[in-house]
T-cell receptor, first 113, second 113 residues
Framework: ETGVTQSPTHLIKTRGQQVTLRCSSQ?????VSWYQQALGQGPQFIFQ???????GRGNFPPRFSGLQFPNYSSELNVNALELDDSALYLC????????????FGPGTRLTVL | DQQVKQNSPSLSVQEGRISILNCDYT??????FLWYKKYPAEGPTFLIS?????DKNEDGRFTVFLNKSAKHLSLHIVPSQPGDSAVYFC????????????FGKGTRLHILP
């Protein structure tokens, strides 16, 4: 059974640029959630995708957007990057029955200069 | 406004002793509570959960206690082992699929030899 994978591992961008982060969910999982974890903070919910539809969103501006594909992998896109977007971005997948018990990937460390 | 609070940023416990990590929440609509463990450079790993209809859930060395009237939960680890040194996140959500999971800021546990 393959776990949750994320790419890239690290990324450096400059203010105003756009970034796409990728996530492959664990085998058999149809729900993907994205979180932003700033230094010294817990993960903060960005949004969730269930069967290719957005299924809940946290307090993040519209420049944070996402997609889920038929194979349940997912992308997080962030436009017009700001310095405060520097954080660890975590993807988590879950199955139909235990959708609260999410399995996390290792994260993508984004640095915005 | 933090809905899930972990007031101890760090905790040191002697190997073999009991580790007790505490968590408070403010939202009485939370129905489901989870603990995650995080090692450096890895994503959080699901540890144990409890629903609001229970007051205790045990899994091996890990036990979670829930006191709904006090809006407080705790994670007990007995006996503590060196591999337990990590950051522990308390999290809470509703029972519906589109209820987001709210994380605390985490407590860093150090197991001393």
């Amino acid at each position: 059974e393959t776990g949750v994978t994320q790419s890239p591992t690290h990324l450096i961008k400059t203010r105003g640029q756009q970034v796409t982060l990728r996530c492959s969910s664990q085998s058999g999982h149809n729900t993907v959630s994205w979180y932003q974890q700033a230094l010294g903070q817990g993960p903060q919910f960005i949004f969730q995708y269930y069967r290719e539809e957005e299924n809940g969103r946290g307090n993040f501006p519209p420049r944070f957007s996402g997609l889920q594909f038929p194979n349940y992998s997912s992308e997080l896109n962030v436009n017009a990057l700001e310095l405060d977007d520097s954080a660890l971005y975590l993807c988590a997948s879950s199955g139909s029955r235990e959708y609260n018990e999410q399995f996390f990937g290792p994260g993508t460390r984004l640095t915005v200069l | 406004d933090q809905q899930v609070k972990q007031n101890s940023p760090s905790l040191s416990v002697q190997e073999g002793r009991i580790s007790i990590l505490n968590c408070d929440y403010t939202n009485s609509m939370f129905d489901y509570f989870l603990w995650y463990k995080k090692y450096p450079a890895e994503g959080p790993t699901f540890l144990i959960s409890i629903s609001s209809i229970k007051d205790k859930n045990e899994d091996g060395r890990f036990t979670v206690f829930l006191n709904k009237s006090a809006k407080h939960l705790s994670l007990h680890i007995v006996p503590s082992q060196p591999g337990d040194s990590a950051v522990y996140f308390c999290a809470a959500s509703g029972m519906n699929r589109d209820d987001k999971i709210i994380f605390g800021k985490g407590t860093r546990l150090h197991i001393l030899p």
